[in-house]
């Protein structure tokens, strides 16, 4: 057995080669044969190590959520349970195959297959909006209709916009990963403030900009919930100056989701033409974030688990992943290329 990897299953998912028994982190295995991809296994490991996820899955809580009788294909959140399943209990000289995921991916998401390069934080968007949509409670969606909460006080109707979320959208995974997200919008004119309701899937945020060395993960979040003025040609129409405006612009969060994801844009806007490489620190536990909390909300504070890692150019880079096992706590590194 491998001397570098303490779990030569779950580093045998990440064998391109797929040759069984053997370690990827040793290199004996440099051949791709079209097994999962970097940024596939990168997520992969990421959700594998989550624990809640993990568990749905193991105890095929997943087949009383799959609807067969509305949707004409479950088998993208078939094989996506059935390879966290055969990854977590098949003794350690089995090598676990991807195929079947993978051609369901490809059937799914076929842009996301070959060897370009490709975004983590994209598949993951893509790979858990098809389990969703797989395992989603709602099997006839209501007719869209318009209501307005406007009037009502904020919280009111941020919970008013969560629950018509929910009357369409509500699996498991929703459960875990979805929040949402507060926008208001203040005319500096009248002071107006209109507020928006959205929920997200992760957040996005802007790397920090220091003078010189590393910024915090706590400085990303202040720049991405930082008040932004809206001016010039952006103008909005004030709602009740029935004309375009200058208005300030800020987001916080009105419910945090069990499960956090945050992504660094460390991609320039216009297609990866270059990479920010600014180092950024984080905390391993109680990363509170109560400060961005549009009420007060007790359940904002995370321990970090699982971190996607894209390292290289924008030219040419390579996804690893830490994650933390549930069930030992113990840390490891998957990385596919060694
Ligand atoms: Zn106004």
């Known amino acids: 057995s491998c001397t570098f990897c303490p779990t030569v299953v779950r580093s045998a998912v990440w064998c391109e080669c797929g040759v069984p028994n053997t370690c990827c982190q040793q290199g004996s295995c440099r051949v791709p044969c079209g097994r999962l991809t970097c940024f596939m296994n990168s997520i992969l490991q990421c959700l594998s190590n989550t624990q809640s996820l993990r568990d749905y899955c193991l105890h095929n809580s997943h ?3 799959l609807n067969n009788n509305s949707r004409t294909n479950t088998a993208l959140m078939e094989e996506f349970a059935k390879l966290i399943q055969t990854m977590w209990t098949s003794s350690s000289s089995e090598a676990v195959s991807p195929s079947e995921f993978k051609t369901q991916i490809q059937r799914y998401a076929p842009r996301f297959v070959g060897y370009n390069q490709q975004d983590a934080q994209e598949f993951l968007r893509f790979l ?3 389990l969703h949509n797989e395992v989603n409670r709602v099997t006839v ?17 941020g919970k008013k916009m969560w629950s018509k979320y929910l009357e369409r959208e509500d699996s498991k995974i929703v459960d875990l990963f979805v929040g949402q997200l507060k926008s208001s919008l203040t005319c500096s004119h009248c002071g107006f403030c209109s507020t928006v309701f959205d929920p997200f899937w992760d957040l996005s945020l802007p790397i920090a900009k220091k003078g010189y060395g590393e910024v915090s993960l706590m400085d990303c979040m202040r720049l991405f919930t930082k008040e932004d003025v809206l001016d010039g040609d952006e103008k909005p129409t004030c709602y009740r100056c029935k004309a375009r405006r200058r208005c300030t612009k800020k987001f916080t969060i009105q419910k945090f989701p069990k499960i956090l994801v945050l992504h660094l844009k460390r991609f320039s806007e216009a297609r990866r ?15 509170d974030l109560r400060e961005f909390a549009s009420e007060n909300s007790i359940n904002a504070v995370y321990n970090l688990y699982a971190v996607s890692n894209h390292s290289g150019t924008t030219m040419g880079g390579h996804y690893t992943a830490y994650c933390r096992n549930p069930s030992s706590g113990e840390w490891y590194t998957f990385n596919d290329s060694r």
């Not at 969606?141 to 109707?157: A, I, M, S």
């Not at 990479?275 to 109680?286: A, E, Q, R, W, Y």
């Open 63 to 65: 087949r009383r959520d």
């Open 128 to 130: 858990l909006d098809g």
């Open 141 to 157: 969606r209501p007719r869209g209709t318009v209501e307005d909460f406007d009037h009502l006080p904020d919280e009111e109707k």
């Open 273 to 287: 033409t270059s990479k920010l490489s600014t180092f950024v620190n984080f905390p391993m536990k109680d990363l």
